[in-house]
C-alpha cells in the first residue's frame, strides 16, 4: 500500500483550499446563487427603506383604504390606506434585524455553551444536555409568545424570545463538533503544548467546526424571520404602526373576501425569503461538507 | 412485541410525564403570578370589591401557599381553576373540549403529514435524479419554508375566494362539534401538516436511500422479490426507523402550528384559545393550555418510543 | 462432458464512476455443468463478485452489464425482461452473501425471509412455513421450530449464514452462487458451513458457485476453480490439477498464500508482491505483469488470451509456468520469491 507520511501532522486541517473548494461549488449550484442574489436585494431593498420609501409607512389615508394596486400605489393600500409597498420595505428591514439579530446572539450563546460542554465534557456537559433536552420537549413558539408577553411587545424582546426558545440548536451542534474535534490530533497536540484552554477552543476548535456552524446560522435566519412573522400575525409582534409581514399578512387574512392584494404581497415576499435562505442554506451546507450531498 | 419489560418502561414513563407536566404548569404558574395582582385584571377595581376578587382566586395569599393550592388542586381534583376573564367558567372542562377538537385537527394533519411525506419521500428516493426527484425535493423545500398561515391563507383565497361557487363557501369550521366535519376540516389539516410533510418526504428520501444500498436489500432481490414489496416491505420499514425520531419535534410543531392555523380558520380548539387568552390576559387559562400541551408532547415522545419497538424488534425496554 | 446448465460468454460489467469507466468483469468466458461445485477466486477487486451478481442482473449503481450473454435454459439472462429474471432469482438461481449478519433483514423474523422466498415464487403460505422449518432442520439448526419466530439479531453468525442457506435452498433450485459466504464466520464455523454445503451439493444435486479469495477453501470443496484477476480469468482446470500444477504465474501466488500445517517452520507465509490493479487505468499487456516474478518484454506490450495449457486446463499467460521451469530450471523457480526483492527483471528470463 502506498502510504503517504504526512510530514505536518500536527498541522491544523483548515487549509484555503477548503474555502476557495466550497466556494467553487456554491457557484456551480445555480437554486443556492440564486436565492443569494435575492437576499442581497432583500438587503439592498432594506438599506434603501432607512432612507427612501415611496410613501411614509405610517402615514394613513393616503390612498381609500384598501385600494387594490395601481401606478401610485403598486401594491396598492391596506385597511387605513396605508401604502403597501412602503410598508412592505420597512417589514424587511424588521424581518433581517430578526432574522440576523437572532442568529448574532444565538452564536454568541449557543457557541461558547457548546464549546464549554464538549470540551470539559463531565458535569457541565451533562447539565447542559439536560437543559437543551427540556428546552427541545417544550412548544418553543408558545412559550416565546408568553415570554413576549411577560416582557411586552418590542422589537428587542421578541429578539430576547426567540433567541430563549432557540439558542439550543446551535449549542447542540457546537457541543457535537467539539466533542469530535477534541479527539483529533493537533487538538491533542496543541493540548500536549500547554496551549491555554480558551486559546484551543477559541482558535483551534472553533475555526475547525466554522462550516456546520455557518450553516446552522443560515438555517436559524428563516427560522427566526418565521418566529416573528407567526408572533406578529398572532398579535404579539411588532406594534403598530411598525409593519412586519406577519402583521401585514394577519392584517390581509381579515380583509381576505375583499382585498386579496394585502394578503397576497407579504405571504410571497415572506415565502420567498424563507425559501432563498433555506436554498441558501442548502447549498452551503453541500458546498461546506461535500459527504453529506445526495 | 410487548414485554413486562415494556410495560415497566411505559409505567416509568406515564411518572415521568406527570412530574414533567406538574413542573411545566409549575413554571408558568409561577412565571405569570411574578405579575403585580393587579396586572391580572382588566378592570381598574377598588377597595373591597378587588380584595373579594383577589379572594376568590386565591390571590390574597402568599405565592407559595397559593402555588401549593394549585398543586393540591391539580391533582387530587385536575382542577385548573377559573377563568380570570369570563368567571365562573371552570378552565378544566372548557380545555378538555377544547382539546378533543384540537386533537382531531392535529391528528388529522398527521395523517397528511406522514402519509404525503412518507409517500413523497419513497417515490422521490425510487426515482433518484429523475424529474420526478427534482420535482419532490424542490417541493419540499418549498413546502418548509412556507409558513402556515402562508399556506393557509392562500387555500383559503383559492377554495374560499375563488372557487365559492364550487365549494359553497363552507371552508370554515363549524363552530361546537366534537366530530367535526371531516370535509371542513381537511384545509386547515392540510396547512398544518404540509410544511411538516415536507420535513418528514426529505428525511424519508435520505434514509430510503441508505437503505437501499443495504446488503439484506440485495438478499430480497435476489430472491426474486417483486420491487414494490422490496420497496415497502424491506427496505421502508428500515428506513422509517429514523424518521420516527423526528415525530417528536413533529408533534411539538404540529400544536405550535394549530394555534396558527386555528384561529385563521376560527376552529375553536385550544390554540384558538391560548392566542385568545394570551391576548386577553386571561392568564389562568394559558396555564391550563400549557398544562394539556405538555401533557400531550409528553405522551407524543411516550407513542414515539414505543413505535421503535413495533418497527425495530432489535429495540426493547 | 455434459452439457453446461450455464454458459457464461464474453461478459463485460462496467461501473461509472467520478474518475472514469471501471471495468470489473472485462470479457469473461465460462460454462457451469450440472451439480458441479466450481470455485472463483481472486483477490478482492478481482471482479468474482461482480461476475455473480452480474449472472442475475444484481449489479449496483453505477454498474452495468454491458456485453455478453448468460445462456441458462436456452435463453439469455441479460436479455429476457425484468419479470422473468425476477422469476429465475431465487427459484432456479438462487443466492447467498457473504456477511449473514448485513444480509438479513434486521426488523423481519428469520423464519418469514425465508417463507418469503417461496411465496414469491408461488407456493403457498402454510406450505411454505411448513417447508421452511424442514430447511432450517437439514441446515441443522437446532430447535427449527422455535429459531423462525427468532429476528436475525437473535441468531448467531453461524446460525444466521445457515439461514441464508436455508433461504437459498428453499425452491430447490439447480444453481446456488455462494458470494464469500464463509469469509465473516470464525474457523471452526466456517468449516462446519463447507461441510454442509458439500453434503447438500451431493443430496440435491445443486450445482454451487463457490465464489472466494481463499484458495483453502475451493480444496475443500470444489471440483473446478476459475482463477480470476483484474476482471479477467487467468487460469480454469479441475482443482486437483491446479493445485499440483498451477501453470499461471498468479494462480501459484495464490497457492503460496495458503498456510500450510506441513510447512516448513522458516518457510513464512507469502503474500502476493505489489497491490491489485488500479482497474480505472488497468496496466497495458498482461495485466499481471506489474507483480508478476516471470515477466517477459511481451507481457508489457501485449494482452495474453486464454489457451489450453494442458488436457481440462486454460491459462492466459505468456510464460506459463511449465515454460519458466523448463527454461530456468526447478530449483531456481523454488527460490525466486515474489516480496523477496529477487533479481528478476524485465527481459531476464529470456
Request: charged letters at 20%; hydrophobic letters at 50%; a neutral charge.
Amino acid at each position: 500500500m502506498a502510504v503517504t507520511v504526512r510530514v505536518d501532522a500536527v498541522s491544523e486541517p483548515v487549509q484555503a483550499s477548503l474555502w476557495s473548494d466550497a466556494w467553487r461549488r456554491l457557484r456551480r449550484n445555480r437554486l443556492a446563487l440564486a436565492a443569494a442574489i435575492y437576499l442581497i436585494l432583500l438587503v439592498g431593498v432594506a438599506i434603501v427603506a432607512i432612507f427612501y420609501t415611496p410613501y411614509r409607512m405610517s402615514a394613513t389615508g393616503i390612498a381609500p383604504d384598501y385600494a387594490t394596486p395601481s401606478l401610485a400605489h403598486w401594491l396598492g393600500a391596506d385597511n387605513l390606506g396605508r401604502d403597501q409597498l412602503s410598508r412592505l420595505m420597512i417589514g424587511a428591514q424588521i424581518s433581517l434585524i430578526v432574522g440576523v439579530g437572532t442568529q448574532l446572539l444565538v452564536l454568541a450563546v449557543g457557541v461558547p455553551i457548546g464549546l464549554l460542554a464538549g470540551y470539559y465534557r463531565g458535569w457541565l456537559d451533562q447539565v447542559v444536555t439536560f437543559v437543551i433536552n427540556v428546552f427541545y420537549g417544550v412548544p418553543d413558539l408558545l412559550v416565546a409568545l408568553i415570554l413576549v408577553f411577560l416582557l411586552g411587545p418590542s422589537l428587542a424582546n421578541i429578539i430576547i424570545a426567540i433567541v430563549v426558545t432557540r439558542w439550543m440548536d446551535m449549542a447542540r451542534l457546537v457541543r457535537g463538533q467539539t466533542l469530535a474535534l477534541r479527539e483529533r490530533e493537533f487538538i491533542e497536540a496543541g493540548r500536549a503544548s500547554g496551549a491555554k484552554p480558551m486559546k484551543m477552543l477559541f482558535g483551534h476548535i472553533m475555526p475547525n467546526a466554522l462550516g456546520p456552524i455557518i450553516v446552522q446560522a443560515t438555517f436559524g435566519v428563516p427560522s427566526a424571520i418565521l418566529f416573528e412573522a407567526f408572533l406578529s400575525f398572532l398579535g404579539a409582534g411588532v406594534q403598530q404602526p411598525t409593519p412586519s409581514w406577519g402583521s401585514m399578512a394577519k392584517d390581509g387574512v381579515d380583509a381576505i373576501q375583499f382585498a386579496p392584494h394585502m394578503v397576497i404581497a407579504p405571504a410571497i415576499v415572506l415565502s420567498l425569503t424563507l425559501m432563498a435562505f433555506n436554498f441558501l442554506g442548502d447549498g452551503l451546507r453541500d458546498a461546506l461538507d461535500p459527504r453529506s450531498r445526495r | 412485541m410487548f414485554t413486562r419489560g415494556t410495560l415497566i418502561f411505559i409505567g416509568q414513563r406515564v411518572v415521568l410525564i406527570v412530574f414533567t407536566v406538574l413542573a411545566v404548569s409549575s413554571i408558568v404558574f409561577l412565571g405569570i403570578h411574578r405579575l403585580p395582582g393587579d396586572a391580572l385584571f382588566n378592570e381598574h377595581l377598588h377597595g373591597e370589591q378587588y380584595a373579594l376578587l383577589l379572594h376568590h382566586y386565591n390571590l390574597d395569599k402568599p405565592l407559595l401557599t397559593q402555588y401549593w393550592d394549585f398543586i393540591v388542586a391539580l391533582v387530587t381534583r385536575g382542577d385548573l381553576g377559573e377563568s380570570l376573564v369570563n368567571r365562573g367558567v371552570k378552565i378544566t372542562p372548557l380545555v378538555l373540549r377544547e382539546l378533543g377538537i384540537s386533537v382531531e385537527l392535529g391528528g388529522f394533519a398527521l395523517i397528511f403529514t406522514i402519509g404525503l411525506g412518507l409517500l413523497f419521500g419513497v417515490v422521490a428516493s425510487v426515482r433518484q435524479n429523475t424529474w420526478v426527484d427534482y420535482v419532490l425535493s424542490t417541493t419540499s423545500v418549498i413546502g418548509y419554508s412556507m409558513p402556515n398561515f402562508v399556506i393557509a391563507t392562500f387555500l383559503i383565497l383559492v377554495f374560499g375566494k375563488w372557487l365559492e361557487g364550487v365549494t359553497g363557501g363552507t371552508f370554515y369550521y363549524q363552530l361546537g362539534a366534537w366530530k367535526g366535519d371531516l370535509g371542513q376540516l381537511w384545509l386547515p389539516a392540510f396547512a398544518l401538516g404540509f410544511p411538516y410533510a415536507s420535513i418528514v418526504a426529505r428525511l424519508t428520501r435520505a434514509s430510503m436511500l441508505e437503505v437501499v444500498r443495504q446488503d439484506y436489500i440485495r438478499t430480497a432481490r435476489a430472491k426474486g422479490l417483486r420491487e414494490t414489496v422490496i420497496v415497502v416491505r424491506h427496505a421502508l420499514r428500515n428506513a422509517l426507523i429514523p424518521v420516527i425520531t423526528i415525530l417528536g419535534p413533529l408533534a411539538i410543531g404540529i400544536i405550535t402550528g394549530s394555534v396558527v392555523i386555528e384561529n385563521l380558520f376560527g376552529i375553536p380548539g385550544l390554540g384558538k384559545e391560548f392566542a385568545q387568552s394570551i391576548l386577553n390576559r386571561d392568564y389562568f387559562i394559558v396555564i391550563g393550555v400549557f398544562t394539556m400541551y405538555a401533557a400531550m408532547v409528553g405522551l407524543a415522545n411516550l407513542v414515539v418510543d414505543l413505535a421503535y419497538v413495533v418497527i425495530d424488534p432489535r429495540i426493547r425496554y | 462432458m455434459p452439457t453446461p446448465i450455464l454458459q457464461v460468454k464474453g461478459l463485460r460489467t462496467e461501473f461509472l464512476t467520478d474518475g472514469g469507466i471501471v471495468r470489473a468483469v472485462d470479457d469473461v468466458t465460462f460454462d457451469l455443468y450440472p451439480g458441479e461445485t466450481l470455485g472463483i477466486v481472486g483477490e478482492s477487486g478481482s471482479g468474482k463478485s461482480v461476475t455473480a451478481l452480474s449472472l442475475l442482473r444484481l449489479v449496483p449503481d453505477p454498474g452495468r452489464v454491458v456485453g455478453g450473454q448468460v445462456l441458462f435454459r436456452n435463453e439469455d439472462l441479460l436479455q429476457i425482461s425484468e419479470d422473468d429474471i425476477r422469476q429465475i432469482r431465487g427459484r432456479d438461481i438462487a443466492m447467498i452473501f457473504q456477511d449473514p449478519q448485513s444480509s438479513l433483514n434486521p426488523v423481519l423474523k428469520t423464519g418469514f425471509q425465508i417463507d418469503e422466498a417461496m411465496l414469491a415464487h408461488g407456493t403457498p403460505k402454510g406450505q411454505a412455513h411448513a417447508r421452511t422449518i424442514e430447511l432450517l432442520k437439514k441446515v441443522r439448526i437446532p430447535a427449527a421450530e422455535s429459531r423462525v419466530k427468532d429476528f436475525p439479531h437473535q441468531l448467531s453468525g453461524g446460525m444466521r449464514q445457515r439461514a441464508m442457506i436455508a433461504m437459498g435452498l428453499a425452491n430447490t433450485p439447480s444453481i446456488l452462487i455462494a458470494d464469500e459466504p464463509t469469509t465473516a464466520l470464525d474457523v471452526t464455523v466456517q468449516a462446519q458451513i463447507l461441510e454442509l454445503l458439500a453434503d447438500l451439493n451431493r443430496e440435491l444435486g445443486t450445482a454451487i458457485v463457490m465464489i472466494t479469495h481463499d484458495m483453502g477453501v475451493v480444496a475443500g470443496l470444489c471440483t473446478r476453480v476459475i482463477v480470476m484477476y483484474a476482471g479477467q480469468i487467468v487460469e480454469e482446470g479441475p482443482v486437483e490439477q491446479i493445485f499440483d500444477n498451477p501453470q499461471h504465474p498468479y494462480t501459484w501466488s495464490l497457492l503460496r498464500s495458503i498456510p500450510r500445517v506441513d510447512a516448513l517452520r522458516h518457510e513464512r507465509l507469502r503474500s502476493i508482491e505489489g497491490i491489485a490493479p488500479d482497474l480505472l487505468h488497468p496496466p497495458k499487456g498482461c495485466r499481471f505483469h506489474p507483480r508478476c516474478p516471470f515477466r517477459v518484454e511481451k507481457c508489457f506490450t501485449d494482452e495474453p488470451s486464454l489457451e489450453e495449457v494442458a488436457p481440462n486446463q486454460k491459462a492466459a499467460c505468456w510464460v506459463t509456468m511449465e515454460r519458466a521451469r523448463r527454461e530456468m530450471g526447478a530449483d531456481e523457480l523454488v527460490d525466486i520469491r515474489p516480496g523477496a526483492g529477487s533479481g528478476v527483471r524485465r527481459g531476464e528470463l529470456r
